[in-house]
């Protein structure tokens, strides 16, 4: 454990690097006893580095709540509402991130879910076609505003060999 002092901007924390490498930040905070469990996944857009293959990070965003080996994805849904889960993710340019927020008496039984939907992903190809099916959705319900078109062509203008050269949501 390395605790880390409070700043002005932030306060104390512990890092902990488990057996395995995965690095855990512990950010204790006043208030009303819930937890925002969150799992950074340093993987997004600019990761994409195939020309014309973009969208990638934010579509395996959506499947990463399509279930395991072990969990269907309505049993990974039904679970987490029964603890009460506010459960969500988004992806950026540089990282996704998942982000469940519990009750903090919660949080030993969400532990163990995160890490078999981490571990053992499977995907089903009609899962795949829904959930390709909802991002392009979400691609329409972007185009529908002016400022989308702006944005795409001002990323293509300013990044022409960076990967920031495509949206997250691709093409």
Known sequence: TAP???SSI??????????????????????????????LVRAGARDEVEA???????????LMFRGTKTTSARDYEQRMQA???DNNAFTTS???????????E???DLVPIEADRFQHLEVAENAYKDETGA??????????????????ALRELAFQTHTYGHTTIGY
């Open 10 to 39: 932030a306060p104390a924390m512990t890092v902990d690097t488990l057996e395995n490498g995965l690095t855990v930040v512990t950010v204790p905070m006043p208030g009303s006893g819930v937890v925002a469990f969150y799992t």
């Open 94 to 104: 540089d990282f996704t991130l998942y982000v469940p927020v519990i009750p903090k």
């Open 52 to 62: 014309g293959r973009s969208g990638y990070a934010h579509l395996f965003e959506h």
């Open 135 to 152: 991002v392009n959705g979400e691609l329409n319900k972007g185009m529908a505003n002016p400022g989308w078109f702006m944005d795409e």
């Open 83 to 85: 603890m009460g889960a």
């Open 106 to 108: 919660s949080l030993a």
């Open 4 to 6: 880390v002092a409070a």
